[in-house]
């Protein structure tokens, strides 16, 4: 066997579960403490993908700066997801809920096909040199993703678990009206739940463009993606998602390499058929 | 029971006339019949997810994948085999039946509700990425082309208005069927599932059994739509079984309203002749949709039917309450929503 294949796609399968995971982490996030499967959480991210190649395009802003300013902006409208296409919806059946974020996907995909059209478009990246560790071929644009991917996560993970705020949103996901009854303002902890996700859905987006182009279709594919992740992990379980993302997203590419290029999509269902029949609540799932 | 009949013949016959004569005054051209046979097969599709959602409280978002997968099921036998397809139409069904027991046997044993919702997500998108794949039996993405129209003693039922009358008789029996299994003794233990599955248990109904035969059913009925779309637009591809159809559908059975046998064939008119009236708009025509949807759902969380139900409920109260203090409560016990 050449090792060198294996490494490469070891590397291959780092990135793309990179993405995965900082997609999940949001989409399990906002399921956790809300229950609310958020079926806009695609847009979000391919929203986060094109506002950065106009800001980076008409502005002339570089990469860093226009990818910060798109991910607090988008992080800003998940108060405007939550205002318009979620809390009015609270009150009456879960399905409610969906369908209003569904709108919310119809509304954000098909404007940015009117607004950008649907051809991939093409961001510069801040660096893109080409660095042979051994045998495997690593791009410093690569390492910034999968740096940047680990970084949010482990803020995320802290924020989640010393922060009062982090502590309140916790309380508020295992029961709403007990969070409610010791006096935590559950409204604010939907605003703040759903701007965080916003806003890493945003910096999937942004960071997305490091390796491949912004498109308007980007965000279906994905969303299908970081369902089987969530699936898998176990709804609701952020520090799930962040293992299983990643370790779906190796195999992937092995899988990819050494079995089939032509059913890799098909690879991630399977497995989640699989854990479905095995443990139906997800690997690391409560029950 | 007095006043559920009586409204059912004041409604639906009059909605049965109007049905009848819709393709002979209003929808005269061919263009606009082939869209009364798709709110006929969207409504049979609706139907099928109400009953999966309004009566077992479930969500099945693999939906359109069992549309498909009967759409499919159909289309090859007649073309491959030569089958006609009015085996076409039963074999749909009971494929799709069968696939749905073994999927709901799986789902159900242990996830209910938004678990649900994802695990059957997920069921859908692997039956979308097989199809797409598999193309020696599929199709590929281009799917199969001229699958045969069924024909009655030699006569191809090949026209937009005799499909549509076709497609209308059997959305009737559906309905019929529906109707009686809602009152049947295992639609009353589904039922009581829904409301309460440990109490239902405790008084002896086999509550995951009985949620996986519904939830079949379901399917079996989403399949049968599938057969009658594929027969007679005449191709079948991927997409059948894709997200596209699958929030068709949930939207069908939302701006509707679950839980009643009106709402799912009100959401279908709806969302088919809605749909057509924005082309105009092109390109803007799926925001405009988007924007649409949200206010539907803003100010008739219900849904369309059992909103307006509600509102000549009141009318008719109020007038009866003039006249006769002591007027009879003539909430049913289908009313409200049913899901959660």
Redesign the interface.
């Known amino acids: 066997m050449n090792w060198d294949i294996v490494f490469q796609q070891l590397w291959n399968g780092l990135l793309n579960g990179s993405i995965y995971v900082i997609f999940a982490a949001g989409l399990s996030l906002v399921f956790g403490v809300m229950r609310v499967i958020n079926m806009a959480h695609g847009e979000l991210t391919m929203l986060g993908a094109m506002l950065l190649f106009t800001v980076t395009s008409t502005l002339g802003l570089g990469y860093f700066s226009g990818a910060t300013l798109v991910v607090v902006l988008m992080g800003l409208a998940g108060f405007l997801v939550n205002r318009v296409t979620v809390r009015p919806f609270l009150g009456h059946s879960e399905l409610v809920v969906i369908l209003s974020t569904v709108a919310l996907s119809f509304m954000l995909l098909n404007s940015s096909l009117v607004v950008w059209g649907s051809e991939p478009k093409g961001v510069d990246e801040p660096f893109n040199e080409i660095v042979k560790v051994g045998g495997v071929y690593v791009t410093t644009a690569g390492m910034l993703l999968v740096g940047v991917c680990f970084t949010a996560v482990l803020g995320l993970y802290l924020m989640l678990t010393y922060t009062k705020l982090g502590k309140k949103t916790r309380a508020t996901g295992q029961n709403l009206l007990g969070a409610r009854l010791i006096g935590i303002n559950t409204t604010a902890v939907y605003d703040t739940t759903l701007m965080v996700a916003s806003g890493l859905a945003a910096l999937a987006g942004v960071l997305i463009v490091l390796v491949s182009a912004a498109s308007p279709n980007l965000g279906q594919p994905l969303l299908i993606t970081g369902f089987a992740v969530v699936i898998v992990a176990g709804m609701g379980n952020v520090a799930g998602a962040v293992a299983v993302g990643l370790f779906l997203g190796i195999t992937e590419a092995l899988f990819g390499q050494f079995i089939s290029t032509y059913y890799r999509q098909g690879y991630l269902y399977v497995v989640m058929i699989i854990v479905l029949l095995l443990r139906p609540q997800g690997l690391f799932g409560r029950r | 029971m007095r006043l559920r009949l009586s409204s059912g013949i004041w409604v639906g016959g009059p909605a049965l006339v109007v049905a009848v004569l819709l393709p002979l005054s209003l929808f005269t051209n061919p263009y606009n019949r082939g869209l009364l046979v798709l709110i006929v097969i969207y409504a049979v599709a609706g139907l099928s997810l109400d009953y999966i959602?309004g009566e077992m409280g479930q969500?099945s978002f693999g939906h359109a994948a069992f549309w498909g997968f009967g759409a499919y099921v159909s289309a090859k036998l007649a073309l491959d085999l030569g089958i006609s397809p009015w085996i076409g139409f039963v074999a749909a069904p009971v494929a799709a039946g069968l696939v749905g027991l073994l999927i709901g046997y799986?789902?159900l044993?242990?996830?209910r509700?938004?678990?649900l919702?994802?695990?059957t997500?997920?069921?859908g998108?692997?039956a979308w990425?097989?199809a797409l794949?598999w193309r020696p039996v599929t199709g590929g993405p281009s799917g199969l082309r001229q699958v045969p129209p069924p024909s009655i003693f030699g006569w191809e039922i090949r026209s937009e208005l005799a499909y549509y009358y076709f497609a209308l008789m059997l959305l009737l029996a559906v309905v019929f069927i529906l109707s009686r299994l809602r009152e049947s003794r295992f639609g009353r233990a589904v039922r009581s599932i829904h409301e309460n599955e440990d109490l239902a248990k405790s008084v002896g109904v086999p509550a995951t059994k009985y949620y996986v035969i519904a939830f079949a059913f379901g399917c079996a009925l989403v399949g049968f739509s599938g057969a009658l779309y594929a027969h007679h637009f005449r191709f079948v591809n991927p997409n059948l079984l894709g997200?596209q159809y699958m929030?068709i559908f949930?939207?069908i059975v939302?701006v509707g309203g679950?839980g009643s046998l009106w709402g799912p064939v009100l959401g279908a008119s709806i969302f088919v002749l809605v749909s057509e009236w924005l082309r105009v708009l092109q390109?803007?025509r799926?925001?405009i949709?988007?924007?649409v949807?949200?206010l539907v759902?803003?100010f008739m969380?219900?849904g369309v039917f059992p909103t307006l139900r509600r509102v000549l409920r009141r009318a008719v109260e109020r007038r009866s309450s003039e006249g006769d203090a002591t007027a009879p409560d003539v909430r049913d016990r289908a009313g409200g929503?049913r899901?959660?």
């Open positions: 959602m969500f799986i789902a044993r242990r996830t509700g938004l678990e919702a994802i695990v997500l997920g069921f998108v692997l990425t097989v794949r997200l929030f949930l939207i939302l679950t390109e803007y799926f925001l949709f988007g924007v949807l949200l759902v803003l969380p219900t929503p899901t959660g």
